[in-house]
């Protein structure tokens, strides 16, 4: 059974951090790219974060650079996004997407629609 399990959404006030988790099973994480994707309400999935490589290379989306840090523990097979100076414009679901084998070089470079396969997503609500 391949898993990418999303958690940690909440409801936060604008500059407030949350960090959102993503457990995953059946993949081999050092050739596999994991994203981080969002969707706000009425708009497409963009592109938020992605990791990949024995390396760990990752890649960040322009309105999240500065803010957002993705990072991986190899052996709880756990990807983490940790959030800070939130915006109301983050507030969207959160959905932690896999495509194997890969790279975020490649996945990145093209719509997110076509990751492999994809958590149910959790939500992120950003309010005063």
């Known amino acids: 059974l391949r898993c990418s399990c999303e958690s940690g959404g909440d409801s936060v006030q604008p500059g407030g951090s949350l960090r959102l988790s993503c457990a995953t099973s059946g993949f081999d994480l050092y050739h596999s790219a994991v994203g981080w994707i969002r969707q706000a309400p009425g708009k497409e999935r963009e592109w938020v974060s992605c990791i990949s490589g024995s390396e760990g290379s990752t890649y960040y989306g322009p309105s999240v650079k500065g803010r957002f840090t993705i990072s991986r523990e190899n052996a709880k097979r756990m990807v983490y996004l940790q959030m800070n100076s939130l915006k109301p414009e983050d507030t969207a679901t959160y959905y932690c997407?896999?495509?194997?084998?890969?790279?975020?070089?490649?996945?990145?470079?093209?719509?997110?629609?076509?990751?492999?396969?994809w958590g149910r997503g959790t939500l992120v609500t950003v309010s005063s």
């Open positions: 997407a896999v495509e194997t084998p890969s790279a975020c070089r490649a996945v990145t470079a093209r719509s997110p629609y076509g990751m492999d396969y």
